[in-house]
């Protein structure tokens, strides 16, 4: 209980930190009233600007109003989106269900393919697959996620005109911003795995294990793999986050309607409150699932004593 206790200790930690930051984006280009008003202050008087910096309470000492923003931030409110003319926390929840669908598929798609193809290149050292799948492991990190999605834009979409290349509604909208995200994570899941697994079965208890005429596939999937889940269950966690978190491009390029593309665009248009909202959402989701991953750790493996 006492790590458990930390971990969620940690977790708040890491938000406060992220809490900080987002409400310092409204100071790092300059009066925040200026850069809110945006052209219209050139068309202001002084005397107008004031009235709206009191308005917004920006002439407050800053730790007041890092309080006064904390407290409200608390009770989901972030204030109104300048573009929309709605709470800024409802653009975000209202954007965040595509998010979560698009990032639910390409983690389903990297666990999929990363794992089989590392327990396989594992089970086959220095031979024709594990070469092959090392091969497109290394492609795969080092293919940049932005010019991979526009490269299944011209292939697939322009060129074959097989799937959309923008847009959201159906399952086809999904394949190419599933496949352009899902890519890092699948080498990166896949070389762990298989470095992880060939660790374990130098083990004195893998041979004990094959010594007792215990089946190879018993061995590999009850003995090696089980006890190789812990850095690939870090990874996973890690995962989770990234694709939450690293679908602002992926979303931008593919015209994906979630919260990545509306905090880019809600930043082009200084709309800072909805990228507060934002970015403060994303890190308390991307805190919970590395938590609720830490906790898991005891059932992975028994051995591990929280708190010792």
């Given at each position: 209980?006492?790590?458990?206790?930390?971990?969620?200790?940690?977790?708040?930690?890491?938000?406060?930190?992220?809490?900080?930051?987002?409400?310092?984006?409204?100071?790092?280009?300059?009066?925040?009233?200026?850069?809110?008003?945006?052209?219209?202050?050139?068309?202001?008087?002084?005397?107008?600007?004031?009235?709206?910096?009191?308005?917004?309470?920006?002439?407050?000492?800053?730790?007041?109003?890092?309080?006064?923003?904390?407290?409200?931030?608390?009770?989901?409110?972030?204030?109104?989106?300048?573009?929309?003319?709605?709470?800024?926390?409802?653009?975000?929840?209202?954007?965040?269900?595509?998010?979560?669908?698009?990032?639910?598929?390409?983690?389903?798609?990297?666990?999929?393919?990363?794992?089989?193809?590392?327990?396989?290149?594992?089970?086959?050292?220095?031979?024709?697959?594990?070469?092959?799948?090392?091969?497109?492991?290394i492609i795969g990190q080092s293919i940049p996620g932005f010019w991979l999605g526009i490269l299944l834009i011209l292939f697939f979409g322009v060129h074959l005109k097989w799937l959309p290349i923008s847009g959201s509604g159906t399952w086809q909208h999904i394949v190419m911003p599933a496949i352009a995200l899902a890519a890092f994570p699948i080498a990166r899941n896949m070389r762990l795995t298989r470095s992880s697994m060939l660790d374990v079965m130098q083990r004195d208890f893998v041979r004990t294990a094959r010594a007792k005429g215990i089946s190879e596939t018993r061995v590999v999937y009850a003995h090696v793999l089980r006890n190789s889940l812990l850095p690939i269950v870090t990874a996973i966690g890690l995962e989770a986050g990234f694709l939450l978190g690293g679908s602002v491009i992926t979303e931008t390029i593919f015209g994906w309607p979630g919260v990545g593309r509306e905090i880019v665009s809600a930043i082009g248009s200084k709309d800072f409150y909805v990228v507060q909202a934002g970015v403060i959402m994303l890190a308390l989701i991307f805190s919970a699932v590395n938590l609720l991953i830490d906790i898991a750790y005891s059932w992975i493996d028994p051995r591990i004593r929280y708190g010792s």
């Open positions: 209980m006492s790590y458990v206790t930390r971990r969620l200790l940690q977790s708040l930690i890491v938000v406060f930190g992220v809490s900080v930051v987002a409400f310092g984006m409204l100071f790092m280009t300059g009066d925040p009233a200026e850069v809110i008003l945006g052209e219209s202050a050139d068309r202001m008087t002084v005397a107008q600007i004031q009235e709206f910096r009191v308005k917004m309470g920006f002439d407050r000492p800053w730790f007041v109003q890092y309080a006064s923003f904390v407290g409200n931030a608390l009770q989901g409110d972030f204030g109104n989106s300048f573009v929309r003319h709605q709470p800024a926390f409802e653009v975000i929840t209202d954007k965040l269900p595509a998010t979560i669908q698009l990032a639910s598929a390409a983690f389903v798609l990297s666990l999929l393919i990363s794992i089989p193809l590392g327990v396989l290149s594992a089970m086959n050292p220095h031979k024709s697959l594990d070469r092959i799948a090392t091969l497109l492991a």
